[in-house]
């Protein structure tokens, strides 16, 4: 496992953008999986995006909208033309086992470090 601290969470109105980053602590330097994901109250945790050596993947929802990027130890999420229903708490994570996610990058039970979250909210 492996520390992860997200910030840049808070709150912005409809249309507007917020770059979130998750710094992983003791980064080996090598490429691995990680992985966006955000929770909804009373919903399911569900994958934003996902980064490993090969590249990265979006879900159909934020195409477009979201960009993942990684540079040395810390994940992006760029989140432009936001609306209310990405409003959420967005967690960062990784599986350090994985050098790429692969195809259950979705799925968030492949990952084993996870941040402690960061709060987003756009109102109308």
């Known amino acids: 496992q492996v520390p992860l601290m997200e910030s840049g969470g808070g709150s912005v109105q409809a249309g507007g953008s917020l770059r979130l980053s998750c710094t992983a602590s003791?980064?080996?330097?090598?490429?691995?999986?990680m992985g966006w994901f955000r929770q909804a109250p009373g919903k399911e945790r569900e994958v934003v995006a996902s980064?490993?050596?090969?590249g990265t993947n979006h879900a159909d929802s934020v195409k477009g909208r979201f960009t993942v990027s990684k540079v040395d130890n810390t994940l992006y999420l760029q989140m432009d033309s936001l609306t209310p229903e990405d409003t959420a708490m967005y967690y960062c994570?990784?599986?350090?086992?994985?050098?790429?996610?692969?195809?259950?990058?979705?799925?968030?039970?492949?990952?084993?470090?996870w941040g402690q979250g960061t709060q987003v909210t756009v109102s109308v």
């Open positions: 994570a990784a599986e350090l086992r994985r050098l790429y996610c692969g195809t259950p990058w979705r799925n968030p039970a492949i990952f084993h470090s």
């Open positions: 980064s490993d050596g090969a």
């Open positions: 003791g980064d080996s330097g090598l490429s691995y999986c």
